[in-house]
């Protein structure tokens, strides 16, 4: 007979970011053993330190992996894999990864995780809404103009709090094993779409100014981005001014049986904060 392991953790990658702080405490709330392995977490992990994995993944349960440093890095598959297979080595019966909605380079990544030996669900979600309250874009926000090379493309912007609750929901039921879901909001906007919205709803004058390539990179060589990150992020702006993420999906509706949050919404309730607010 086999022994319960009901107080074996589910260990949450990267626990102290955007999605993964969401994770922990929904589970949490639902009295989910969790263990919190980030840089900075209650277990510390670092995917560039291999001394770190083995202590943060022992007796693991489930583990929710998010790859850090960057998908497209050649290093992910590889670290992804083999931290995938020290998991199973260790007892994870079940591995959820985050990895990105239409981006053709999480792709061997994902395929590393699905080869680690355990049960998989991969979510693949759009650009979180969040990119324009908690990193990202919120000090161009805050000085009053965001410059970005996206054009008028469509993105369909998903709520974190979505993410999250897909992530719990593939830690903790069995009926998601080997599935993939595409996550999204339930509207594509163009980025300036996004900005004049945060503008009205903070009452403050926000412009999208919207470059061409050759600036953009200009840009972002003379703010000191690595050459790498620079390729990655033109690349990935023009997918969306090509259009290529601005297809709304289903996930959300699929397995919450809701709409997922709008991005009205999360304006709304954002603004009310203060935190777009004059940088001054």
Same mark, same amino acid.
Request: aromatic fraction near 8%; hydrophobic fraction near 40%.
């Given at each position: 007979?086999?022994?319960?392991r009901?107080n @074996?953790p589910t260990?949450v990658?990267?626990? %102290?970011?955007?999605?993964?702080?969401?994770v922990?405490?929904?589970l949490?709330?639902?009295?989910?053993p969790?263990?919190?392995a980030?840089?900075s977490?209650e277990?510390?992990f670092?995917?560039?330190?291999? %001394? %770190?994995w083995e !202590?943060?993944?022992?007796?693991?349960?489930s583990?929710y992996?998010?790859?850090? !440093?960057?998908?497209?890095? !050649?290093?992910?598959?590889p670290?992804?894999r083999e931290? +995938?297979?020290?998991?199973?080595?260790q007892?994870a019966?079940?591995?959820v990864?985050?990895?990105?909605?239409?981006? =053709?380079?999480a792709?061997?990544?994902?395929?590393?995780?699905r080869?680690?030996?355990?049960?998989w669900t991969v979510l693949? !979600? #759009?650009?979180? #809404?969040?990119?324009?309250?908690?990193?990202?874009f919120?000090e =161009?926000l805050?000085? $009053?103009e965001?410059?970005?090379?996206? +054009?008028? $493309?469509? @993105? =369909?912007?998903?709520? &974190?709090r979505?993410?999250?609750?897909?992530?719990v929901?593939a830690?903790?039921?069995?009926?998601h #094993?080997?599935?993939?879901?595409?996550?999204?909001?339930p509207?594509s906007?163009?980025?300036?779409d996004?900005?004049?919205?945060?503008?009205?709803a903070?009452?403050?004058?926000i412009?999208?100014?919207?470059?061409?390539?050759?600036r953009?990179?200009?840009?972002?060589?003379?703010?000191?981005?690595?050459a790498?990150?620079?390729a990655?992020?033109l690349?990935?702006? &023009?997918?969306?001014r090509?259009g290529?993420?601005?297809?709304?999906?289903? $996930?959300?509706?699929?397995?919450? $049986?809701r709409? =997922?949050?709008?991005?009205?919404?999360?304006?709304?309730?954002?603004?009310a %904060?203060?935190?777009?607010?004059? #940088?001054?």
């Amino acid at each position: 007979m086999r022994e319960s392991r009901s107080n @074996e953790p589910t260990v949450v990658l990267g626990g %102290t970011g955007k999605i993964g702080r969401r994770v922990v405490r929904l589970l949490r709330e639902r009295g989910v053993p969790v263990r919190v392995a980030s840089r900075s977490g209650e277990r510390r992990f670092d995917w560039t330190d291999r %001394t %770190t994995w083995e !202590p943060a993944l022992r007796g693991a349960r489930s583990v929710y992996l998010v790859y850090l !440093p960057d998908l497209a890095s !050649p290093d992910a598959a590889p670290r992804l894999r083999e931290v +995938g297979e020290l998991a199973v080595s260790q007892g994870a019966e079940r591995l959820v990864f985050q990895s990105g909605g239409g981006w =053709p380079e999480a792709v061997p990544a994902e395929e590393a995780v699905r080869k680690a030996g355990a049960a998989w669900t991969v979510l693949r !979600p #759009a650009w979180f #809404a969040q990119n324009f309250s908690e990193d990202l874009f919120l000090e =161009p926000l805050r000085r $009053g103009e965001v410059r970005l090379s996206a +054009g008028d $493309g469509g @993105e =369909p912007f998903v709520d &974190a709090r979505d993410v999250a609750e897909m992530a719990v929901a593939a830690l903790t039921e069995d009926v998601h #094993a080997g599935r993939v879901y595409e996550l999204s909001g339930p509207e594509s906007l163009s980025f300036g779409d996004a900005v004049a919205r945060i503008a009205r709803a903070s009452g403050r004058d926000i412009r999208y100014v919207s470059l061409t390539p050759e600036r953009f990179e200009s840009e972002l060589v003379r703010t000191g981005v690595p050459a790498e990150f620079v390729a990655l992020e033109l690349g990935r702006f &023009a997918a969306v001014r090509s259009g290529a993420y601005a297809e709304v999906s289903d $996930g959300v509706r699929r397995v919450l $049986g809701r709409e =997922p949050r709008s991005f009205a919404e999360y304006v709304r309730e954002t603004a009310a %904060t203060g935190v777009w607010a004059n #940088a001054g």
